[in-house]
């Protein structure tokens, strides 16, 4: 069964820093990968999303996400976070030949001035 | 350019009544998706469909029924609710496309069972 770990429930850094979210998967075939954001009081967006092919995949605002097979990990990173970033970043891994995706618990985004 | 849209956004009722959020979305997408948000569990699948009369259930189908009739219309019914149905529900659509697609999200609905 597929299943999504973000050790980080919360993450501080302050503005201008450089950030990055772990995601670690477990499933046993390559995985289709995604990160979404939430901002306070809205839905889900899709920051970026791996299916195949380059393991650093450029995404929406900024943000990077690199695939490590060997790692089961698809971190998320950004090199200078805004204020605005401040949300909740989910990632969420599927499969082949399965059109349902599954969640991580999601990490907590705090900017500090 | 509606998109998804979700209704009501807010929404407190009381135990054992019956409530039903509805989810509308314009893309003509075939999947859609009804999720659950609580702190300390991320996001939950509660049913989804492929397409108008195909439904089936996800990881907390428990005190839900859903419909779908058509297309671009996907209502999630409580049909007696508890107070741990209090939650954030999420509804998502998604093109088909032979495996997991990137989700479109609604605003989501706060309901409040009391």
């Known amino acids: 069964a597929q299943s999504v770990t973000q050790p980080d429930i919360h993450i501080t850094v302050s503005e201008g820093a450089s950030l990055e979210l772990r995601c670690n998967y477990s499933?046993?075939?390559?995985?289709?990968l995604f990160w979404y954001v939430q901002s306070p009081g809205q839905g889900l967006q899709l920051l970026l999303k791996?299916?195949?092919?380059?393991?650093l995949v450029q995404g929406i605002k900024g943000f990077e996400a690199e695939f490590k097979r060997s790692q089961s990990s698809f971190n998320l990173r950004k090199p200078s976070v805004h204020w605005s970033d401040a949300a909740e970043y989910f990632c969420?891994?599927?499969?082949?030949?399965?059109?349902?995706?599954?969640f991580g618990k999601g990490t907590r985004l705090h900017i500090l001035p | 350019d509606a998109g998804i849209t979700q209704s009501p956004r807010y929404k407190i009722t009381e135990t054992g009544r019956q409530v039903t959020l509805m989810c509308h979305q314009t893309?003509?997408?075939?999947?859609m998706f009804w999720y659950r948000q609580d702190l300390g569990h991320g996001l939950r699948l509660i049913y989804y469909?492929?397409?108008?009369?195909?439904?089936d259930k996800g990881e907390v189908p428990d005190g839900y029924v859903v419909s779908r009739s058509k297309t671009e219309n996907f209502p999630l019914t409580l049909e007696s609710a508890t107070r741990s149905q209090t939650s954030v529900y999420f509804c998502?659509?998604?093109?088909?496309?032979?495996?997991?697609?990137?989700?479109?999200f609604g605003p989501g609905t706060r309901l409040t069972v009391l």
């Open positions: 998502a659509s998604s093109v088909p496309s032979g495996g997991a697609a990137e989700q479109f």
């Open positions: 499933y046993g075939a390559t995985p289709y």
């Open positions: 791996y299916f195949s092919g380059d393991t």
């Open positions: 969420a891994v599927g499969a082949r030949r399965d059109d349902k995706i599954i």
């Open positions: 893309w003509s997408h075939s999947y």
């Open positions: 469909s492929a397409a108008a009369d195909i439904t």
